[in-house]
């Protein structure tokens, strides 16, 4: 559900800060961090559903992609809130 409503709140502040257009100051950095943030979280929502889909053929637990993807994941996470944080941060 989380992933659902930061989807929502940076769909929301990528239309607030294209309606304020390049007369904002920090019009290209926060433009470029939404961006960065929603390109991250289509990214993990992809490799959880691949992550699912491998560990059901292959098995639980079973085999370093498996493993590789999921530390993947956690970091994507990590990048995608801290880039929300930074945008939250340098609006308004």
Avoid at 29 to 37: C, D, E, K, V
Avoid at 41 to 70: D, H, N
Wanted: charged content about 10%; proline content about 2%; hydrophobic content about 60%.
């Amino acid at each position: 559900i989380m992933d659902v409503a930061l989807l929502m709140a940076n769909a929301s502040q990528l239309k607030a800060a294209l309606e304020q257009g390049p007369r904002f100051s920090l019009y290209t950095p926060i433009i470029t961090l939404i961006s960065i943030s929603l390109f991250l979280q289509v990214t993990v929502g992809v490799l959880l559903i691949f992550i699912v889909l491998l560990s059901v053929l292959v098995g639980v637990g079973e085999g370093r992609l498996l493993c590789f993807f999921a530390v993947y994941v956690r970091v994507n996470v990590s990048i995608c809130v801290s880039a929300h944080v930074l945008c939250m941060s340098w609006s308004k």
